[in-house]
């Protein structure tokens, strides 16, 4: 009988262990895409794309059973060859190739210009040709990026206490109520598609006090803007026993700088790639909603046309206002008008039109929405009848109020979006690997 | 201007935290639901039940301000008293009362006796009324295992070089076919459910090399056994570069290792509570397909009634064939048989009517299905024509394949299925938050 007891050491090695000193001078083998060929007459180079960045190989005619002629972009490869140091390579190090074996090749050219530095195509080809576009170093590296975010996500609130949670995406009714949502149909059944955890995540802080769940939500917002998608990856928490929703906020924050911490740690090499400068999160301004309005409307002359609507181009000006004013990259604009949050949102008693919520904005972009939930089943019953709702359907999303809920609160950050800010880019379709919009469904 | 700058202190204590042996003999504020009351006459014990367990708490009357009449099961509480060692209590601790602030009130009594150690209702009841039943400390315990599965999964793979991804769940057509699949209406396109991020992964191995995803799948099968959901979340892995489909397997070994060692540590309270002793994970053995039917055949005299199929009372003997013969609670089955296989299984070369795949039985079920792939156009191209199945809609990912991919494979775990067979459930639904099965939809 034949056992598996684990992972084998690999023969070939990757780029980090590469650069470690000792191997200079030694042979080794590694494999890879070749990603250029640079004829030179009697060398070659052949830079190796590999998942951790660029290997520059020289191939001299004649001496490793290969001629340049028999390579190809996009073949991979697998080489033996003696390492050794040199300055002008990718990160010093260079293979003079003794050995080359071809492990595929392609049967078609790249329809882009991948090798390039910057894939200088519109974004619509980038798009339309996905297996080609992210194997272009700068593109994949926002992808590594975007890791980045979900790990430093999920680690931080793990040394918090949250507790990580699978909820459904096929239901019977949603959380905000009956628009925007995908409809199917489910063995003879109406269902849809979940636009948010809400429901289910409130229900398990009567579980578990603090939980996060990192997955899909689906959106059929009839949105085709630079910021929207209709599924995008949603980061989402909840948590008991709240002294108020500022605790959320800071929450928020020490994710922030949990994370920033992480990409600088972990992720530099894609930093530098994408030349991204981290912002700023060792103190992020609160404002509240009509005074970020009032800050902006005197400001930049600009009238403020509806007092309970924050429009894109106000967050712009807040985000503008806060950097110019107080060199911040992001800002909490705190207590929402009651209107435009949901019916499980949290009044403020001090002045019920508003809300203990928050959207946390980004360059002046919102890239979470957040606050305080109703925890009371009174308070919640006597809301949705207020807004002339039915319970009807949501009898396990109630039952938890009667039975007894700390107060709490929570959010939902769009993890594209945040990917799109932090690396500089203007359209959220750059920050996601297959985007879903009015008008793609592919691939 | 207010700022936030990150997770302040919580002045109420976490059970980790009242476990330092310093805190005994100390004034602790902590918080909670009051989880039962027992009245012993001139005093009460409140257990408190606190995200990481159960905390007992002693109300002498007249000494707190507050009286036991005024404390209901599933309230929410702030409690402040003092920390004494008691070998009786649970953990060895218990609090002194001396001041009880009520956060919260339930509106109805729960609907299931969720004190109790071990909740003996029924299976439906305790979907049916989810927020109550998962307030049981055996129940939740489940989830926290769960939790554990995940963590070691992405844990690990980050350690072995993996880069993690999120692929849309809304395409317009599936990795493995048309059938079982959910439809939905896509602003006016026809579009489905992804029952797999098959073709997701593999694009992606040309970009990353090694790629994970853990996220929803969606399955329109009309199976309703214990072993079936309509939903559940699937633990992908996608490799690139692999000498044989056997580095896959090992692969699956490190991971099932590194996670039985991280349960051991950071969920022992868990693993406790449950009952559950690890599987044993040192050596896994593996079995052709055709070698596991003769050999269950052999031992237990059952008539191999097709060759070309493995029925689910065959997979049962073979787990059980391999706990008697070896004492294996895993056993990888290789070389299914092609027919069984999607197109995209790389057929074994010595003889195409198997393939280079497997399965991994725990305990005599299917917990994960994987095998290399094909990898070059051409092999595919005239696998799918073999087939008589239609290139239309496959263009991205059959691009990645005229472009140049490594060798590579992968495989899909059941999360819900591996959770279940680890706390020793016999059905999935046992192991699953929110279950969608054909008769379930709700909550």
């Not at 003696?82 to 190090?93: F, N, S, T, V, Y």
């Not at 026993?241 to 990409?263: C, N, P, R, W």
């Not at 009509?290 to 409307?297: F, Y």
């Not at 400001?299 to 181009?313: A, M, Q, T």
Request: aromatic fraction near 10%; charge should be negative.
């Amino acid at each position: 009988m034949e056992f598996l007891s684990g992972v084998k050491e690999k023969e070939t090695l990757e780029l980090g262990e590469l650069l470690k000193k000792d191997r200079i001078g030694q042979e080794v083998k590694v494999n890879g895409f070749v990603h250029t060929i640079r004829d030179m007459g009697e060398v070659a180079f052949v830079v190796l794309r590999k998942r951790e960045g660029l290997l520059q190989c020289v191939l001299e005619e004649g001496t490793a059973g290969i001629s340049e002629k028999d390579l190809r972009e996009e073949q991979t490869v697998e080489v033996t060859g003696l390492l050794e140091e040199d300055e002008r390579a990718p990160h010093g190090i260079e293979l003079r190739i003794r050995e080359v074996q071809v492990l595929s090749s392609p049967s078609e050219p790249l329809p882009l210009p991948v090798s390039k530095w910057k894939l200088s195509t519109s974004l619509e080809a980038k798009l339309n040709y996905r297996s080609a576009s992210l194997r272009n170093v700068r593109e994949r590296a926002k992808f590594r990026i975007q890791e980045g975010i979900t790990r430093g996500f999920r680690d931080f609130l793990y040394s918090q206490g949250f507790t990580e949670i699978h909820t459904p995406k096929i239901g019977a009714k949603g959380a905000e109520g009956g628009s925007n949502m995908f409809r199917l149909e489910y063995f003879h059944h109406p269902a849809v598609l979940a636009q948010s955890p809400q429901f289910y995540k409130q229900m398990m802080v009567g579980v578990f006090d603090r939980v996060f769940e990192t997955a899909p939500v689906f959106r059929a917002e009839k949105h085709n803007t630079k910021r929207h998608l209709n599924e995008y990856t949603s980061l989402d928490f909840e948590m008991g026993y709240i002294d108020s929703f500022e605790d959320i906020m800071a929450m928020e924050t020490g994710f922030l700088q949990y994370t920033m911490k992480l990409l600088q740690e972990d992720y530099a090499e894609e930093l530098r790639i994408l030349g991204v400068t981290l912002p700023k999160t060792d103190r992020i301004p609160q404002v509240r909603f009509d005074k970020a309005k009032e800050l902006v409307s005197e400001k930049y002359n600009r009238k403020i046309r509806n007092p309970f609507d924050l429009e894109p181009e106000e967050e712009a000006l807040i985000g503008r206002y806060f950097k110019e004013e107080y060199d911040a990259d992001f800002v909490f604009v705190t207590h929402y008008p009651s209107k435009k949050r949901p019916f499980y949102a949290m009044d403020d008693p001090e002045d019920t039109r508003y809300t203990l919520s928050f959207d946390l904005l980004f360059h002046g972009l919102e890239i979470t929405t957040g606050g305080q939930r109703i925890h009371e089943y009174q308070m919640l019953s006597e809301k949705i009848a207020a807004r002339g709702m039915e319970e009807e359907g949501m009898d396990q999303y109630l039952a938890a109020f009667k039975y007894g809920m700390p107060p709490h609160g929570g959010l939902g950050i769009g993890l594209e979006r945040l990917t799109m800010k932090l690396i500089g880019e203007d359209n959220v379709r750059e920050a996601t690997l297959f985007p879903r919009d009015l008008s793609r469904l592919e691939p």
